[in-house]
């Protein structure tokens, strides 16, 4: 979405509330002159601006960036994903856990035996 359609939503919005420039203006502790230019595309919007507008035009800046208000979904909210995935990472990292001492174990084994192949080579090489 690029600046000039932001402006050109920022100003549908402000006329459906029947907002003046003047008045954005003023709240916005700004020259009318300054606020105008906004609305024309003639400045850039700046992220600090575009949220008092949202906030002064009582929306969002999801609103003003896309034109519309995206659908809010039903479901799970964010903090329920985030305890559900806590809980998986924990089973997993118990998991990885349980496998490093696998690996460990079988690494030591593998070691065992390759002393024990080394002992009996050099008992045969020494009964040649």
Not at 5 to 15: A, E, F, M, T
């Amino acid at each position: 979405m690029d600046n000039n359609s932001i402006k050109q939503n920022i100003r549908n919005i402000r006329k459906s509330r029947k907002y003046t420039q003047e008045e954005m203006a003023y709240r916005m502790g700004m020259s009318l002159t300054a606020y105008r230019d906004l609305e024309k595309g003639e400045t850039s919007i700046i992220n600090a601006n575009l949220q008092k507008i949202a906030a002064l035009l009582e929306t969002t800046t999801e609103e003003l960036v896309l034109g519309y208000r995206p659908v809010q979904m039903e479901g799970p909210g964010l903090e329920d994903i985030k305890e559900e995935y806590t809980g998986r990472v924990s089973v997993l990292e118990k998991r990885i856990t349980d496998l490093e001492k696998l690996v460990c174990t079988l690494e030591e084994t593998i070691s065992a035996k390759n002393e024990i192949i080394t002992m009996l080579k050099n008992s045969l090489d020494g009964d040649k």
